[in-house]
């Protein structure tokens, strides 16, 4: 293969996206890689994949892989696997649902476990996903995993700030991904 052929060729990075069932994953990666939202629940079993083609600048060309992970996940014997190799993670929670903020937690503690002994970390952003439904928020727009674990900061991680996200109402998705 010619230098000219491999530079035209994409890079791959690969996107997990964690965080409890019905957090909004699958919305946040139809989202972005299908422009869609499908209004009725249907559970992820195992995991979905996504793809979409992005251009970065400097013409350079860019396939995500978006690995949705169902939420039924958490403990079970594949969830490494899945998260391994990952170059970012997406910690999606509800910001309805206090529960699915709380247990932010224990996936990243799945995310660091997972690469403790890798030389690369992944970028690792939470989203507080159906960011419109305003009026049944329970988790306020200040917290942050790191405020609620002080003694935890995630030094070994390059930890991004907080995203809000709303699948439904199809806010803009340029700093999500
Ligand atoms: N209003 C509103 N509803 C949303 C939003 N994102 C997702 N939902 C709804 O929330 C429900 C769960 O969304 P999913 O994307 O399937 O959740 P999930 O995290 O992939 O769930 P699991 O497959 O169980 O892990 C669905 O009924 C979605 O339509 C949003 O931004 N706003």
């Known amino acids: 293969m010619s230098d000219s052929e491999e530079e035209s060729q994409d890079r791959q990075l ?10 909004g994953k699958t919305s946040v990666a139809m989202r972005f890689a299908q422009e869609a939202f499908g209004k009725q629940y249907k559970q992820t079993v195992g995991l ?4 979409r083609r992005i251009m970065l600048p400097g013409n350079l060309n860019v396939t995500l892989q978006v690995w ?6 958490i403990g079970g014997k594949m969830l490494d ?3 391994y190799g990952a170059q970012g993670v997406l910690l999606v929670y509800d910001i309805t649902n206090y529960q699915s903020f709380e247990n932010l937690e224990d996936w990243y503690t799945m995310v660091k476990k997972m690469n403790k002994e890798t030389d690369s970390q992944p970028f690792v952003a939470l989203v507080g996903n159906k960011s419109l439904c305003l009026f049944w928020m329970v988790v306020p727009s200040t917290c942050t ?3 609620r674990t002080p ?7 390059r930890f991004l700030q907080i995203l809000f996200s709303s699948c439904r109402e199809c806010v803009p998705w340029t700093r999500l991904f």
């Open 81 to 83: 696997k899945y998260i």
């Open 68 to 73: 949705d992970i169902g939420g039924q996940t």
């Open 151 to 157: 003694s935890e900061q995630p030094q070994d991680m």
């Open 14 to 23: 690969k996107i997990v996206i964690l965080g409890d069932g019905a957090s």
């Open 48 to 51: 979905d994949f996504f793809m």
């Open 145 to 147: 995993l790191s405020q």
